[in-house]
């Protein structure tokens, strides 16, 4: 298994450009999450999915949009990106409780300059 | 609502010995608690995990836990680090009947040569 990817590694972008972050899991977990990581902040949910077709807000959720079209794919757009979204990103995933709760696993960032 | 508090933002301490790292919680249901990794330029990963049970937990790489209920605290520790142990540490709680995990602003542990 590869567990959980996220692509691109880096990227650089121009104030009001959009792009997509792609996530994606092969370990058929249903829930799946977006987190921004900034410096003495920890990680802040963005949004999160608690299965295809089903997402929710998280803490930070101004400026992105998700949705879950697959168990497998959580892509978060960002839709006008701002100075103030540059940061690392972390998805994670993990299993229904009622198979067994278990803890979350996350892929490796994306990181995220916003000129 | 729950909340999950480091104290200790950066922790420096000396090869081969012991360090503890504080993380307290507030909840007012019950909860599952974590700590996780972050080595440099890389994601989280778990080091240890309190469901149930033993307060006690032990994990990966020589570190444990102890969960106390009473004063809502996680605390993590090693008795001997090595340079390797130099991280982010994160401490996180989920409550028994929610999604959504919380997330400590995290402790850097350097570890001295």
Redesign the interface.
Same mark, same amino acid.
């Given at each position: 298994n590869a567990g959980v990817t996220q692509t691109p590694k880096f990227q650089v972008l121009k104030t009001g450009q959009s792009m997509t972050l792609q996530c994606a899991q092969d370990m058929n977990h249903e829930y799946m999450s977006w987190y921004r990581q900034d410096p003495g902040m920890g990680l802040r949910l963005i949004h999160y999915s608690v299965g295809a077709g089903i997402t929710d807000q998280g803490e930070v959720p101004n400026g992105y949009n998700v949705s879950r079209s697959t168990t497998e794919d959580f892509p978060l757009r960002l839709l006008s990106a701002a100075p103030s979204q540059t940061s690392v990103y972390f998805c994670a995933s993990r299993p229904h409780r009622d198979r067994g709760f278990n803890e979350q696993f996350f892929g490796p960032g994306t990181r995220l300059t916003v000129l | 609502a729950q909340s999950v508090t480091?104290l200790d933002?950066q922790v420096p301490v000396f090869e081969e010995a012991p360090v503890e790292l504080r993380c307290n919680y507030s909840s007012s249901v019950s909860v599952?608690l974590?700590w996780?990794v972050q080595y440099p330029n890389?994601?989280? @990963?778990?080091l240890l995990?309190y469901?149930s049970g033993s307060t006690l937990v032990k994990g990966i790489n020589g570190f444990e836990a102890e969960f106390n209920k009473s004063q809502t605290s996680f605390h993590l520790r090693k008795p001997s680090v090595h340079i390797s142990d130099t991280a982010e540490y994160?401490c996180a709680v989920n409550i028994l009947t929610g999604? @959504?995990?919380y997330?400590?602003?995290?402790t850097s542990l350097t570890v001295i040569p």
């Open positions: - | 480091q933002s599952y974590f996780y890389q994601g989280l @990963q778990l995990k469901l994160f999604n @959504q995990f997330f400590g602003t995290g």
